[in-house]
């Protein structure tokens, strides 16, 4: 690894802020999160579950109404939004969550660039960064604080370059990432690398029983319910991925690699962010 890129340690991770006694969820931000295209609800309710699990105040799941059902007896937690969204219903404390599971239809492209024209924090993952290779940086329209969660497929189509090539240059790429589309940056993988504003690390924690379907729509999910908390965007990244990655640890050590499935990250969230406020107290 490049010696620039830094390897997180426990010590070094950004604390999840404190509640106060008299907290109400109003001062947890409201996630909303952008997906479930037909027969993609499931990625929609992963992503919805992991920002209330971070501690997002309220999570609304924006989506297509064929996963209503699917959501509601999931996360009976989230309100739901019907595509389209009517975007100047948002609140003031909104961070935005797009891909999981999107598509990559019309609807999704004409909510995409709703969403960039938009000075809402916002994570952009999946079929959103997909859409964004083919129509491009002008999608982002305005300035805003956005985390963009590639794996190394998702970073070859934004490059337009072989998958290949991403594997063989990591640090070349996530740098070509952010100078061509702004913004910052996980480049997801064994490793995952972080390019924010000042972060510029690496994640020696996570496992390939962590690659199944749905475990970066949990990362998603993680990293908007942080941003809502209010962290900066660097510390939303780096904590953001570190949990997600020691909570794919724990998940592996209980059930074995094979067996992992994206909801049991989630089911370990809680014990990992237990185990950093006591080295945090
Ligand atoms: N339950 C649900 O509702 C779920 C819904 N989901 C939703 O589905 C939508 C599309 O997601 P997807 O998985 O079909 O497409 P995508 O990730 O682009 O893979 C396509 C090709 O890309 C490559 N590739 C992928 N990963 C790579 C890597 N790490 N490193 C290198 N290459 C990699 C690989 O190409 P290959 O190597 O096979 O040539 C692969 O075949 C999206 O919205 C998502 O949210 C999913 O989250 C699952 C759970
Ligand atoms: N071999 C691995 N080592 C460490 N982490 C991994 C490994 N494979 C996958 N992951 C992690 O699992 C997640 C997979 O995300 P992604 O490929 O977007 O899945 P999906 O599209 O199914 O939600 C990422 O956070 C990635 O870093």
């Not at 990559?104 to 994570?123: F, T, W, Y």
């Not at 999608?139 to 090539?165: C, I, N, Q």
């Not at 794919?248 to 809680?270: K, Q, V």
Request: glycine residues 12%.
């Amino acid at each position: 690894m490049d010696d620039d890129f830094v390897a997180l340690t426990w010590e070094r991770l950004p604390k999840i802020p404190k509640r106060s006694p008299d907290a109400h969820k109003g001062r947890f931000g409201h996630v909303f999160v952008l997906g479930g295209a037909p027969g993609m609800g499931g990625a929609l309710a992963l992503a919805a579950a992991a920002a209330y699990r971070i501690g997002a105040g309220l999570v609304t799941a924006v989506g297509h109404p064929s996963a209503v059902p699917y959501l509601t007896s999931a996360l009976p937690e989230a309100t739901w939004w019907d595509w389209p969204p009517s975007f100047s219903a948002l609140p003031d404390n909104a961070v935005l969550a797009v891909g999981p599971g999107l598509g990559q239809g019309l609807a999704a492209h004409d909510m995409l660039s709703e969403v960039g024209s938009l000075p809402i924090p916002q994570v952009w993952d999946a079929d959103a960064l997909n859409i964004l290779a083919r129509f491009g940086a002008p999608l982002l329209s305005a300035k805003a604080v956005r985390l963009f969660t590639p794996h190394p497929g998702e970073a070859a189509r934004l490059l337009a370059m072989p998958l290949p090539d991403v594997q063989l240059d990591r640090i070349g790429v996530i740098h070509a990432l952010q100078s061509r589309y702004g913004g910052h940056w996980v480049l997801k993988g064994q490793h995952s690398l972080m390019l924010g504003e000042t972060a510029r690390c690496y994640c020696p924690w996570g496992n390939p029983g962590m690659a199944t379907g749905g475990s970066g729509d949990v990362l998603t999910g993680v990293l908007a319910g942080l941003l809502a908390q209010g962290l900066s965007a660097d510390d939303a990244l780096i904590l953001g991925v570190a949990i997600h990655a020691l909570a794919g640890d724990r998940a592996a050590r209980r059930l074995g690699e094979e067996s992992l499935l994206a909801s049991n990250i989630l089911e370990e969230l809680p014990f990992v962010i237990q185990e950093l406020n006591a080295i945090h107290v």
